[in-house]
Structures are given as structure tokens and as C-alpha cells.
């Protein structure tokens, strides 16, 4: 199991749900909130990375605020409410807080839904430490937070939902489109019949459980090749 710690953030402070292997130290890995905030399947994906031998962090990007999956339109507030500024800082500071609890150089980076948009914006503004960038589902809904690609030096694993209205298999192909245009290493993966957030095992309207354990298994093959 992990902890709560606080890092530094940009002259100021922030939080955010750490875990570690038994070994104490291993690749690191930055893990980017859903729109509910830092909830307990955020702390669960960090408890199973470090099982699997890398170090975890999930920034808490709401400091402290959670929403009840089930109330989506609080979700939404909670998500517009957050400043993008902030945020940015936090996550930069959370990138700097695991390359000293870590034992490499570079970081991976994965988010889902929300996380996944952020976890494309933070790969382009920290190009120097984000090696490896996985969008699960990944939607950027701030018109003025649209990532500037060309900065981005990780490679990019993108998993999608082939019946997901929030994020579409064409935006996603759109965005592979994109990078690879830009010269960028980047691989997506529409999963068939499964919907928005199917990682998600504390959300069983949506959970495929088929679909996530090849997400998991793709996820992890994908961070110990880049992150080695």
C-alpha cells in the first residue's frame, strides 16, 4: 500500500497518493486522475504499478476534493474548476519529486479520461524528464490548453474505446494522424465494444475486464521498454 506525501510545486506545495515496490526504488510513473479526482481506483492503479516494480504518483490535481463516481455533473464542475496553471504546476512538481524518489532519469506518464489529455500536455512541457506517455481514453476539454506537439519528445501509447461519444476512435486516429505527422513514435489501440472508461473496475456499467487486462499488459510492456 502507499501513501499520501506532499512535494514542492512552483514555490509552493502539493499532494499526491505515492507507492512504491519492496525494493523501494524502480522506473517511475506519473498517474493522471479521472475527472473524479485522486479516488481510491487512482490509488489502486499506483498500488499496482509498484507490484509491478515502478515507482507511483498521482498528483491530486482537486487538492483534497473527490466526487462519488455516479455524479458526473459534479464531476464536470469539479473539472472546469480546476486551473490549468495549477495544474501544470503540480504535475511538473510531481515529475521532479519521483526522479528523486526513482532510480531513472526519464518518467512515463498515464491518465485516464481528463488525465489522459493532461498526461498529452505535460509529455510537451516536460520534454527534458516525460519519456513515455500513455492516454487511456484521453479527452482535452480546455479550448486554451491545446498541447503544442511539437515540443513532445515521448514516444505515445493510446488506448481507446471503440463506442466512446467523448473521445472517438476518429478524433483518436485524428491524433496519431498528428503526431506522426509531427515525426513522433505513437501507437493507438481502439478496444471493440467497449465504452468510455473501461479501466475503470469501480464502475461496473463500464468495466470490461477482458479489455483492461490487455490495456494493463500493453501498459506495462510499453513503460519497461522505454523507461529501461
Known sequence: MGEMIE????GSTAGGYLAAPQGGSGPGVIVIQEWWGLVDHIEDVCDRFAAAGFVALAPDLYHGQKVQP??????????????????????SGAVDELL??????????????????????LA????DAVAAVVP????IPWPDAQPDYSS??????????????????DAANAL?????????????????GTDHAFFNDTRPEVYD??????????????FSSHLS
Not at 512535494?7 to 512552483?10: A, G, I, K, Q, R
Not at 528523486?100 to 500536455?121: E, P
Not at 475486464?209 to 510499453?222: I, K, P, V
Request: net charge negative; with cysteine.
Open 152 to 169: 513532445m519528445s515521448a514516444a505515445v501509447l493510446g488506448h481507446y474505446a471503440e463506442n466512446d461519444s467523448f473521445f472517438t476512435p
Open 100 to 121: 528523486r524518489r526513482s532510480s531513472r532519469d526519464k518518467v512515463g506518464v498515464i491518465g485516464f479520461c481528463m488525465g489522459g489529455g493532461l498526461a498529452l500536455v
Open 7 to 10: 512535494f514542492p510545486s512552483n
Open 136 to 139: 487511456c481514453y484521453g479527452i
Open 70 to 91: 455516479g455524479e458526473p455533473d459534479e464531476a464536470g464542475k469539479a473539472m472546469m474548476a480546476m486551473r490549468m496553471d495549477q495544474a501544470a504546476r503540480d504535475m
Open 176 to 192: 496519431a494522424d498528428e503526431l506522426r505527422g509531427l515525426g513522433k513514435s505513437v501507437e493507438i489501440v481502439i478496444y471493440p
Open 209 to 222: 475486464a477482458d479489455a483492461s487486462r490487455a490495456l494493463w499488459d500493453r501498459t506495462l510492456e510499453f
Open 124 to 127: 510537451t512541457q516536460r520534454p
